[in-house]
Nanobody
């Protein structure tokens, strides 16, 4: 099994920056089979949506709304994934979740989420 723990959320003013971190833990059998990791977010009364994701070889894709403002990165050796968020807007306010995909096993794991609030 894989456990994911997010950190780095908080309150920030519009235009500010935050860096989210996600730590993956578990047995080597599971960790070695993580193909893709990503960040999703869910605002109040809205569906959870993809923010950004990254594959084990470093390929990335982003939601249009965060392109050029957010950067996802991954440290495979440390089983960490990061989301650098710049030029934050009030509409970025949401709970941000980390997700790991183990495609060969047909499994996915989610973290508990971290709150990001962008407000003056």
């Amino acid at each position: 099994q894989v456990q994911l723990v997010e950190s780095g959320g908080g309150l920030v003013q519009p235009g500010g920056s935050l860096r989210l971190s996600c730590a993956a833990s578990g047995g080597n059998f599971w960790l070695s089979r993580i193909n893709r990791m990503g960040w999703y977010r869910q605002a109040p009364e809205k569906q959870r949506e993809l923010v950004a994701r990254i594959t084990s070889d470093g390929s990335t894709n982003y939601a249009d709304s965060v392109e050029d403002r957010f950067t996802i990165s991954r440290d495979n050796a440390k089983n960490m994934v990061y989301l650098q968020m710049n030029s934050l807007k009030p509409e970025d306010t949401a709970v941000y979740y980390c997700k790991a995909d183990l495609l060969s096993l047909g499994r996915e794991y989610w973290g508990q989420g971290t709150q990001v609030t962008v407000s003056s």
